[in-house]
Each structure stands twice: as structure tokens, then as C-alpha cells.
């Protein structure tokens, strides 16, 4: 699906909104309608060059939405739930999450800071070349593909402007 998305080229060079190919969620990813999405010191220290990311790069990882679709074998939200996207998911089995250090998570850490899905590739695109999930979740955009394990399920009255700032600001 074509999407408009903020994007990062470079340090002190400021966003380009622009057109870009969003593929539909794999198995064990969800996609999901941006409704909110703060802005944070990480996404600062991505500007500033202090954070280095592979780029070009859709920033925003403090973000809430409602889930539109679901990839195969996608147990915890369904088509119309409303979610807070958390950056700092755990697969709750690796030595790290069983060792009460969940924010390490082996499963989880390199793929995020490497800009990609857990299989190592990305679901944006433009003319074909990747363009990068900043925190596994891509919030600058009208809609993003994110695993499962990022979507927190939230009652429908929580205000999308308050649930955005659940998952990185408030925690």
C-alpha cells in the first residue's frame, strides 16, 4: 500500500514527507493505523547524529494506533483494537528476558537497532530500495507494520493522544 511517511536522511537535516510502499504484515506482524505519536529525546538524538541508524529512516517510536490486519499465527490483537506500540518488546525467552533483563532481549534487540523486522528485512520501501523502522515501529507515518509483541491491546476510551506516550515517555 502506498503511504505518506516522515523520513531521515541525515543529522541536522530536517524530515522529508514523502510517498512510500508499505508491505502487508508477515507472519507474526500487525499493521497498524497511526492515530498518535509523541516525539522524544531518542528521536532528537537521531537528528542530532548522537543515535547512528541506518538510513533513510521512518522515525517515531513512541506511537498508538488501531490494528487494520494481522499476519498469520497473530494471537494477541485483532482488526479493530486499539494498541500502544512498544519499542522495547521481549520474546520472555532468551537468557536475558529469563533473567529479569527483558530490555535486553536477544530476540528483539538487533533487529530494532538494526532497522529491520525480525527476518531481517523491512516492510517500507521507496522505488524499491529499504527504508528502515527507527525502534521496530515507524510511528512518523500514516500506517506501519509492526510485530506483534509491540502492540500493548488498550481499551478503546484510552485517549490514542495518552496511549501514544504509554509506550516510551510514561514507561
Request: charge should be negative.
Amino acid at each position: 500500500m502506498k503511504i505518506q511517511a516522515a523520513v531521515f536522511y541525515e543529522p541536522h537535516r530536517p524530515f522529508e514527507i514523502e510517498p512510500l510502499d508499505l508491505d502487508e504484515p508477515r507472519d507474526g506482524e500487525v499493521l497498524i493505523k497511526v492515530a498518535a505519536a509523541g516525539v522524544c529525546h531518542s528521536d532528537w538524538h537521531l537528528m542530532t547524529g548522537a543515535t547512528k541508524h541506518p538510513v533513510p529512516v521512518v522515525p517515531g517510536h513512541e506511537g498508538a494506533g488501531i490494528v487494520e490486519a494481522v499476519g498469520k499465527g497473530v494471537t494477541r490483537v485483532k482488526p479493530g483494537d486499539h494498541v500502544a506500540l512498544n519499542w522495547a518488546p521481549n520474546c520472555g525467552t532468551c537468557f536475558y528476558c529469563l533473567n529479569d533483563r527483558p530490555s535486553l532481549c536477544a530476540t528483539y534487540v538487533g533487529p530494532i537497532w538494526a532497522g529491520t523486522m525480525l527476518d531481517g528485512t523491512t516492510r517500507l520501501t521507496r522505488n524499491g530500495q529499504p527504508v528502515y523502522h527507527f525502534s521496530a515501529l515507524a510511528c512518523f507515518a500514516e500506517y506501519t507494520v509492526v510485530p506483534e509483541q509491540c502492540c500493548v491491546p488498550l481499551n478503546n476510551e484510552v485517549p490514542m493522544t495518552v496511549a501514544a506516550l504509554i509506550g516510551c515517555a510514561v514507561t
